[in-house]
């Protein structure tokens, strides 16, 4: 999990970038996509950076940790399991002919002063979660993700780090496809499901 410290200098990345050994991936109007090498591999890490003017943090949080919704929007998540401890198993769709992943990985919230929540998701091995044939079992694998309100808490601005290693042979115009293409969509799409998710309360306490 993160520290308070440790967001803390996440959200002072959204005003001040720390990507000198960065490469810089892939851009939107709102968002920045950064990658770098991990430990002279051909694996890649990486960073996003940007903001939502006009959706709520505990909107977007909500978006991406509550997987019963994120199933009706998510198209590449094929489904999810509670197991104990904060642990869950999730499987993610591939491009043909890849096999589907799978990853089973604690994931805790938190929330700091200021309405800032931390979102930190790490793979754990779990006996009652054996691999299963025909699906490829990610066991290198973090997020962590930072969202903080804008000053007028219309919006909210995002830092987010990312990493795994999804095996196989997979060739690299796969793999840089679902970064520059992939990563944007998905902003877009949580950012979408977010907006459900205002419009579904307004018209509760309409």
Known sequence: MFTEDQATAAMS????????????????????????????????????????????????LRAYTDLNYRKTWDKNMAGWQKLEEDRLHFTSKFPWPLSPRDYVYELRVQEFNGGVYCVNGKSV?????????????VDEYRQDVVIQPTDDGKGCNIWFGYFDNPKGSIPSSIVNWAARVGVPSFLDSIKKAGHSLMEMDEKVSA
Do not use: C, H, Q
Request: hydrophobic share 35%; proline share 7%.
């Open 13 to 60: 990345e959204l005003k001040n970038p720390d990507v000198a050994s960065w490469e810089l991936f892939a851009e939107t109007i709102n968002f920045k996509v950064y990658r770098r090498g991990v430990n002279g591999s051909a694996l890649k890490e990486y960073k996003v950076l940007g903001s939502y003017s006009d959706l709520p943090a505990k909107y977007l």
């Open 125 to 137: 091995a779990d006996p009652a979660m054996p691999e299963k044939s025909g699906t490829v079992r």
